[in-house]
């Protein structure tokens, strides 16, 4: 699922902030994590110094050292990152915000990511209902909500409910990225229901607009490459699929944790003639 971003910094926060923001986001979108990751914690060394470690600065750091920290697989680090800006978010009054909603929309995508579906699932919903009880509409953020809610459902076997979803909004009026995500989860729900060959066309699909957005090298691509190779597997095209998982090692590998779980998922399956594995989302 996207994880929320450009909307926790305000275009008045200091010139050395957005500048920091800025280079870590250009680096998180480049692929290089580690990079992003060490300037966030300089940035946030200046901040807790002055003005303070409650203060707003603080919050738009802390959420993009949570993204970054999912992406990489660095699981524990992600939450409590999200957690100590949603802490200054509600000790400072503003718990009912865009960015709150935004911050519960990231919890949500990382307990997905850890593959407990039914503890994203009310966080995803709190979100959903934060963000449409806002004054000004945000249609880019509540089908960002809706796509991530959709991903959580599938997890839950509720596929029909995921894909009503999936289709409203690929309906809409998407940028490319979201797009992909999109058309990613809706893969997801065809390999689930048992139509391989339908989720293979889905899937590349969704590969083709991350490339064309990411590149053919970003650490993103691996979780649609990984699913592309169960279809391909699962049709009987083993060679394939291996290919697709091999390519979803290459770009993780030095960029990821080590125990990443498509890492690890996709190396056993280059390597090991298995058949029909079960899809990620």
Request: charged share 25%.
């Amino acid at each position: 699922m996207a994880d929320a971003g450009p909307g926790f910094v305000s275009p008045t926060a200091p010139a050395g902030l957005l500048a920091h923001l800025s280079r870590a986001r250009r680096l998180r979108q480049a692929g290089d994590y580690e990079a992003a990751a060490g300037v966030l914690h300089r940035a946030l060394a200046d901040a807790e110094a002055n003005p303070g470690p409650d203060s707003a600065e603080c919050v738009p750091l802390f959420n993009e050292l949570g993204v970054i920290g999912k992406y990489a697989g660095d699981f524990t680090g992600a939450e409590a990152a999200y957690r100590r800006a949603l802490a200054i978010e509600e000790r400072s009054g503003a718990a009912a915000g865009a960015d709150v909603a935004g911050l519960l929309h990231n919890l949500a995508g990382l307990a997905h990511a850890r593959g407990d579906a039914e503890a994203a699932l009310p966080l995803a919903l709190r979100g959903i209902e934060l963000r449409a009880s806002l004054p000004s509409a945000d249609p880019h953020g509540m089908a960002e909500d809706r796509a991530a809610l959709a991903a959580i459902l599938i997890d839950l076997r509720r596929h029909g409910e995921a894909r009503a979803i999936l289709d409203e909004i690929l309906g809409g009026d998407l940028a490319r990225y979201d797009a992909a995500v999109a058309l990613h989860n809706l893969g997801s729900a065809q390999y689930r229901q048992g139509d391989a060959a339908e989720a293979a066309a889905t899937l590349r699909r969704a590969l083709t607009l991350k490339i064309a957005e990411l590149g053919r090298r970003h650490p993103d691509l691996a979780v649609t490459r990984y699913n592309l190779g169960c279809c391909l597997d699962q049709l009987g095209r083993r060679r394939s699929a291996r290919r697709q998982w091999r390519r979803a090692v290459a770009v993780l590998d030095g960029a990821v944790a080590a125990d990443h779980p498509t890492l690890v998922a996709a190396r056993r399956l280059a390597t090991v003639d298995r058949r029909r594995p079960d899809a990620e989302v």
